[in-house]
Structures are given as structure tokens and as C-alpha cells.
């Protein structure tokens, strides 16, 4: 069964940092974009941000909220791709999803998602 599954994560003072990841089955990465979403509390499903974003070419793009802080990378030997998120701020406290999605599909259609990883920016 295809799946993304994440770790990472957890309560971070400001100014801190954390690595997110998100394993795939073997191959995913291969004609697949991740993308990384984000949900805070207040909002619904339907209003998850995208912050980053990787093609299966390793092409990568940021949302401004999180560009110069956040930066994704992946091990292809390991299935994983992962967030690094530097500089944290209270702003970014949210639930983080990574997506898999075909790479000529947008971001927001149809794909795979991982199960979500709270990540807490707090003094």
C-alpha cells in the first residue's frame, strides 16, 4: 500500500529549528512532486497553506512566508524528503502535511497525504 508517513516535529522556542520527514513507498519520488502544507489551529482543511514544494526533478519553490528560513531536500536511498525550518516564529505553529502528487498535477489536486505532525513555536 502506497504511503507517506512523517516524523518529526514537536514544541520549539522561537528562534529554534526542527527537521520534518516524510518517507514514501519505493519509487513515489520518481514522477512525483511533495509538497509540504501547513494548517494552523483557527483554520479548516480547506485552508492549509502550501510552503514548499519539490518536483520529482528536484526543482524547489517557497512560499514567502517561509522562504530564506524553510528548505527541503531529499535521500532518495531512503524514500524521504524532509523540511528543514530554521528561524521558527509562534506564526509558524501549525500542523505540517506532506502531499505527493503527480508532478503535472497542482499542488492542491488529487495525491497522497501524509498523516500531519504538529510542530509548536512557543516560549
Known amino acids: 500500500q502506497v504511503q507517506l508517513v512523517q516524523s518529526g516535529g514537536g514544541l520549539v522556542q522561537p528562534g529554534g529549528s526542527l527537521r520534518l520527514s516524510c518517507a514514501g513507498s519505493d519509487g513515489i519520488f520518481s514522477d512525483h512532486a511533495i509538497h509540504w502544507f501547513r494548517q494552523a489551529p483557527w483554520k479548516q482543511r480547506d485552508e492549509r497553506e502550501l510552503v514548499a514544494s519539490m518536483s520529482s526533478g528536484g526543482s524547489k519553490v517557497y512560499a514567502e512566508s517561509v522562504k530564506g528560513r524553510f528548505a527541503m531536500s531529499r535521500d532518495n536511498a531512503k524514500n524521504t524528503v524532509y523540511l528543514q525550518m530554521n528561524s521558527l516564529t509562534p506564526e509558524d505553529t501549525a500542523v505540517y502535511y506532506c502531499?505527493?502528487?503527480?508532478?503535472?498535477?497542482?499542488?492542491?489536486?488529487?495525491?497522497?497525504w501524509g498523516q500531519g505532525t504538529q510542530v509548536t513555536v512557543s516560549s
Open positions: 502531499k505527493a502528487a503527480l508532478d503535472s498535477a497542482s499542488a492542491y489536486a488529487y495525491g497522497l
